[in-house]
């Protein structure tokens, strides 16, 4: 994988976006990140619609439950419908400790689930986490969209 981690944030939250910006830049950990405010602003990132706003391959996502138009497990289930973007990588970035959300979570191959952590030095254990992650990973192939 490149050194840069590609992050595609599925979030709503302007401040969890740029708590998540400003940790990652003080840990100096090299990352580039393009923020969807919701599942369907998500979709429409990965389809290809909204053009030039997923700049590198290969990447992952982080993906927050809790939003508005369509949330993050109706997101995934619209994501693993869609052949050509079925195998992108997802990593569940909440609020919800919920076992019933979890659970749902994983039935939908989420690669992992973190608990939006409380304090800074938290946020930083699961940045570091998905950075070695990155540095191991074999991610899935990109496809083109009009594949």
């Keep these: 994988m490149p050194a840069e981690m590609n992050i595609l944030l599925v979030e709503d939250s302007d401040l969890d976006a740029m708590i998540l910006e400003r940790t990652l830049k003080r840990m100096e950990l090299p990352a580039s990140i393009v923020r969807a405010r919701d599942g369907v602003e998500a979709l429409e990132i990965l389809e290809g619609e909204l053009p030039n706003a ?29 052949e050509a973007i ?9 609020t919800s400790d919920n076992p019933a959300d ?19 030095s938290e946020l930083r254990k699961v940045l570091t986490s998905l950075h070695t992650f990155w540095q191991a990973c074999i991610p899935p192939a990109p496809l083109s969209f009009n594949s």
């Design 54 to 82: 997923l700049t590198g391959q290969p990447f992952f996502i982080l993906l927050d439950i809790n939003m508005p138009r369509m949330n993050g497990h109706d997101f995934l289930s619209a994501l693993r419908s869609k």
């Design 86 to 94: 079925s195998d992108r990588l997802v990593f569940m970035f909440t």
């Design 102 to 120: 979890i659970s749902l979570a994983y039935k939908q191959n989420v690669s992992g689930y973190f608990v939006k952590p409380q304090g800074s």
